[in-house]
């Protein structure tokens, strides 16, 4: 090919994608990918009708949001008018067989009822708290596919956008009011047996202005309980501590608690979240965020444990890892992550304690600013005009699998100045003493380091656990015995439960008596070859008769 035939196709190729190219950010198509488990649900055209459990019925307006479980569109309850953009509710909706909103919807049906928030709120002296009022869910059927929806209100922007319009930092007062009323949220989630589990800012959204007609302080939600757990029984108990290597590393990683690292969850778990998101917010990055302030997929969640564990149990240098140029850090941030430290598991939080570390200037419990302004009507300066490229929300992602072992450690008690709390110990957890050579620096020695135990050699299940226990049981004590009579017996060593259990059915079966000299597996070929010679042995009779003078 010469140098002008390929001039031409070059040309040919810039005219093209000239004319196809978006000339827009907004134009250009994102691919989604769904989440590991889950299936992306079909777009579900404007003006769809939504028939609740209750039998009310629900217009759809268009999509607003996506992410790796499922979509989120404005809604209507009147079903007669186009649903406008000033709309008073989103629903979400997944396909059926996704999981993480048939998690939320139990929790909003069984603990965000509208008569039980206001209760609450009422008992304890408070206007409003910032978790959502459930307001209906079903299931409908759309081109032959099965989808789940939740209806919500609708509120404003969250806090994860605020946090990046503004430089990635926020003011102390602003952070203050905040972490007062997520600390609302979480009692009122608490007090109903749940944990939230991922606390962070693009799961907290202000309330809107066009609330009411009269300008009106703005209160923070917290949404997204995809992930909720249920700590508490039925009867009242709080369940205790578990390692679940299938649960390891949920949530969040930046955020993610040292308990939900392990794959379980409690309250000082949520408390600990908020905590590290309070960091962020006044510092900008947490020490185990990277130089591009986020985490890469490939990075190691035990690695990020680690750190976690390292620099919880040295609050100093945590603190000036958090804040370099800073002689000494906000009192409230350092008193609030002293407390989770010394926070048993099953020990309920001191929530009035918590709340008066972040009021400003306020002697009484009683006086908690539980409002935050807008910033319109706020002196401090944080914009709310900017664009976000689509999806702004990041896809959580499973963590790659890793070994852990359950430490026990002891907590002390909670040094609080408001309430006097009896003295108790906790089984908590602590990282593997191997484990921390991963990272570049060494942790001192401390109570949470536990004495070190053999690894386990595999990733083993529950029920493989189980067996194997099973056949130490009866190699040790039952059959430790028969070993000693005949070397054939040696053979239960290597047989499985399951095998044994054949066997012995076998044994118990009259058409196939075993005889005590042979092995105790009979396979299907040595019964095909047994009845054979019966049957030649049994001819060779018969023959003999016929043969035989009468």
């Known amino acids: 090919m010469n140098l002008n035939a390929k001039y031409v196709i070059a040309s040919f190729m810039v005219y093209v994608s000239s004319k196809m190219a978006p000339r827009r950010v907004e134009e250009i198509a994102v691919k989604r990918v ?134 990635r930092k926020l003011p102390l007062k602003f952070v203050n009011r905040l972490a007062v009323q997520m600390l609302d949220a979480l009692e009122y989630i608490h007090s109903q047996g749940y944990a939230h589990a991922d606390v962070k800012g693009s799961n907290i959204l202000l309330s809107s202005y066009e609330e009411s007609s009269k300008p009106r302080k703005s209160q923070a939600y917290l949404v997204d309980y995809g992930l909720a757990y249920r700590f508490r029984t039925g009867s009242g108990v709080h369940k205790p501590f578990v390692h679940d290597e299938r649960r390891a590393h949920e949530g969040t990683l930046e955020f993610t608690s040292r308990d939900a690292h392990h794959g379980t969850h409690s309250r000082r778990g949520d408390l600990e979240t908020l905590g590290y998101n309070i960091l962020q917010w006044l510092c900008g ?15 190691n969640p035990e690695e990020v444990h680690a750190q976690k564990e390292f620099f919880l149990s040295n609050l100093p240098l945590f603190m000036h890892k958090c804040f370099p140029y800073k002689k000494k850090p906000p009192a409230a941030v350092v008193d609030y992550m002293k407390y989770i430290t010394e926070l048993g598991f099953e020990t309920k939080p001191n929530y009035s304690y918590l709340r008066s570390l972040f009021q400003c200037g306020s002697t009484k419990q009683s006086d908690v600013p539980t409002c935050l302004y807008p910033a319109k009507e706020s002196s401090e300066n944080i914009s709310y005009l900017i664009s976000f490229k689509r999806p702004y929300l990041r896809e959580r992602k499973p963590c790659r699998p890793v070994n852990g072992e359950i430490r026990i450690t002891r907590n ?27 990272i570049s620096v060494q942790a001192p020695p401390s109570p949470l380091t536990p004495p070190p135990s053999p690894p386990p050699p595999s990733i083993p299940t529950y029920a493989m656990l189980n067996v194997i226990q099973r056949m130490k049981e009866k ?6 015995h028969k070993l000693a009579r005949s070397s054939d017996d040696l053979k239960s060593k290597w047989m499985t439960p399951a095998m044994e259990q054949i066997v012995q059915l076998m044994k118990k079966n009259t058409s196939f008596p075993l005889p005590e000299t042979t092995a105790r597996v009979v396979t299907r070929s040595r019964k095909i070859q047994l009845k054979r010679l019966g049957d030649k042995n049994s001819y060779k009779q018969s023959s003999k008769k016929r043969k035989s003078p009468s």
């Open 34 to 167: 769904a989440a590991a488990g889950c299936k992306l649900p079909d777009p579900l055209p404007a003006g769809e009708i939504l028939t609740d459990i209750t039998q009310n019925k629900w217009k759809l307006g268009h999509s607003i949001g996506y992410g790796g479980f499922g979509d989120i569109y404005l809604a209507s309850n009147n079903i007669d008018a186009p649903v406008q953009q000033d709309a008073k509710y989103v629903i979400k909706i997944e396909p059926h067989n996704n999981g993480p909103l048939f998690v939320e919807m139990n929790f909003y049906i069984r603990a965000a009822r509208s008569h039980m928030i206001d209760n609450w709120c009422e008992l304890h002296g408070k206007k409003r708290i910032g978790v959502p009022q459930y307001e209906g869910s079903g299931s409908h059927i759309y081109r032959g596919q099965k989808y789940r929806f939740l209806v919500i209100p609708r509120y404003g922007i969250d806090i994860g956008k605020l946090f990046i319009s503004n430089g």
């Open 285 to 299: 990055k947490l020490p185990w965020e990277k130089e591009n302030d986020t985490i890469p997929s490939s990075l």
């Open 412 to 438: 002390t008690q909670p040094k609080c100045p408001v309430e006097t709390k009896e003295f108790c110990w906790e089984a908590v957890l602590a990282l593997h003493p191997d484990k921390l050579a991963k």
């Open 475 to 480: 190699q040790s004590g039952t059959f430790r």
